[in-house]
């Protein structure tokens, strides 16, 4: 797309429909950072003007954005860039450093525990193990461009890892080590949207009373449970995505 010296932006002259194509340039202003989070976008109006096109094509690009969330339509207001929610996949695993930065992203963490753990028994049974085997504990807060988007709160069997305790978990996830030290057999997980208790709350900087997105988690590796983790989302930024 070019724009003349009257801002008139032509379209491509290809197959793909026009209000595709203000679709493309809406979300390429987003992801430029020319439009962010919350900003306000030029009215139906305008960018039919500006396209040369009807406003029936720019309210089916708008309209089909914000069913996709990617823009707010507020009544009376405008339209806004909506707040971004992040993305994990659930047809495969993956280090969520590396989900991170495939969104092009940058991904940190934040060491909060990790330490030869106290389980309790019922704990022991979900693992299969007997109270005497020793089980690793560990709690890593996960940020997206230097914002918290998942609290993990990791166990982890030392008989399937035991050099676990000895990674450096601000240059790679436990996930990344697991998957080489315990090669991924099965996994078994649920979601279930919660209130987070104030200690994760603070750990995502988000208010007591916001819901969370929980993934639980066990990963299985030779027959045994290798760790059970649990993963909290602030349900305002992130979301779950796959496809079969």
Not at 3 to 12: A, E, P
Not at 33 to 39: L, R, S
Not at 201 to 216: F, K, R, Y
Request: with cysteine.
């Amino acid at each position: 797309m070019t724009t003349n010296k009257n801002s008139i932006t032509k379209l491509s002259e290809t197959d793909i429909p026009a209000f595709q194509q203000i679709k493309d340039h809406i979300l390429d202003e987003i992801q430029k950072g020319v439009w962010k989070e919350g900003d306000a976008i030029p009215s139906e109006a305008a960018l039919a003007k500006q396209f040369s096109v009807s406003r029936m094509t720019v309210n089916r690009a708008v309209r089909e954005l914000s069913s996709e969330q990617f823009l707010t339509r507020i009544q009376g207001s405008g339209t806004f860039v909506a707040q971004q929610k992040y993305q994990a996949t659930l047809v495969e695993i993956k280090s969520i450093a590396e989900e991170v930065r495939a969104r092009g992203h940058v991904h940190s963490s934040e060491l909060h525990l990790l330490e030869r753990g106290k389980p309790t028994l019922q704990l022991h049974q979900q693992f299969r193990t007997d109270p005497g085997i020793i089980l690793f504990h560990s709690v890593i807060v996960h940020f997206e461009n230097q914002i918290p988007i998942q609290v993990e709160d990791r166990w982890v069997n030392s008989q399937l890892a035991p050099a676990y305790l000895q990674q450096n978990f601000s240059t790679i996830t436990p996930n990344e080590y697991l998957m080489s030290a315990a090669p991924l057999q099965e996994v078994r997980y649920r979601i279930e949207a919660v209130t987070a208790p104030a200690r994760i709350a603070d750990m995502l900087e988000i208010s007591h009373n916001l819901p969370c997105l929980v993934l639980h988690r066990v990963t299985i590796s030779g027959g045994q449970v290798a760790s059970i983790a649990t993963m909290w989302h602030p349900g305002n930024r992130y979301q779950f995505a796959g496809q079969f």
